[in-house]
């Protein structure tokens, strides 16, 4: 089945450790995004990747990193620089140019900083 | 003014109601609205894609698009327990600004 794995699905991490969460994809896509997703508030996007060692930033990107080396893959690193990681994350990717809307969304990973 | 508004609910209804789900935006060059299904703690899915002014019918699902005052619904017919869930709306002007509403939360009650 084609699709988006996100992993881990609920993550702990304690004040000043920096975490990596993993999206894997085989649905072929070129285009790939990060976007954060916190009550009450629309999703925000992180970072996206149109190809294979490009990325850009989105709307809220201080206190993350990301890399995409294979176009199947898009880690993002939520550093120790995030003053408010609590979140859900959740990974899409699209066909073609980024942001024409048809986005394929992961599962997400719940980050629960103690 | 946020770009993209959205009733939050949440929105109670009993099974068979029609639901109308409403965003409102400020950005005329928006050209392409979407509206997504998003089941407690999983990621949204693609329920209508929709180009321009317009209705579009899927099934029980209607989208509308009104650009002049920019305003787009999602109509539910006959609405069942597995229909509740958040929706968001989005939309993009094709490669340049895409942004989702903060979502409307649906409980169809049998």
């Known amino acids: 089945d084609g699709g988006i794995t996100q992993s881990p699905k609920y993550l702990f991490r304690k004040e000043g450790q920096n975490v990596t969460l993993s999206c894997e994809q085989n649905?072929?896509?070129?285009?790939m995004y990060w976007y954060r997703q916190d009550p009450g508030q629309g999703l925000r996007l992180i970072y996206y990747?149109?190809?294979?060692?490009?990325?850009q930033k989105g709307d809220i990107a201080e206190g993350y990193s990301v890399s995409r080396e294979k176009k199947e893959s898009f880690p993002l690193t939520v550093t120790s620089a995030q003053k408010n990681p609590t979140a859900f994350y959740l990974c899409?990717?699209?066909?073609?140019?980024?942001?024409?809307?048809?986005?394929?969304f992961g599962e997400g990973s719940r980050l629960t900083v103690l | 003014q946020k770009e993209v508004e959205q009733d939050p609910g949440p929105l109670s209804v009993p099974e068979g109601a029609i639901v109308s789900l409403n965003c409102t935006y400020s950005n005329s060059a928006f050209q392409y609205f979407m509206w997504y299904r998003q089941y407690s703690r999983k990621g949204p899915e693609l329920l209508m894609y929709t180009y321009s002014s317009g209705n579009k019918e899927d099934g029980r699902f209607t989208a509308q698009v009104d650009k002049s005052s920019k305003y787009i619904s999602l109509f539910i017919r006959d609405s069942q327990p597995s229909d509740s869930a958040t929706y968001l709306c989005?939309?993009?002007?094709?490669?340049?600004?895409?942004?989702f509403g903060p979502g409307t939360r649906l409980s169809v009650l049998p």
């Open positions: 989005a939309m993009t002007n094709y490669g340049q600004n895409f942004v």
């Open positions: 899409a990717s699209s066909i073609g140019r980024v942001n024409t809307g048809e986005l394929f």
């Open positions: 649905l072929n896509h070129d285009a």
């Open positions: 990747s149109q190809i294979v060692n490009d990325f």
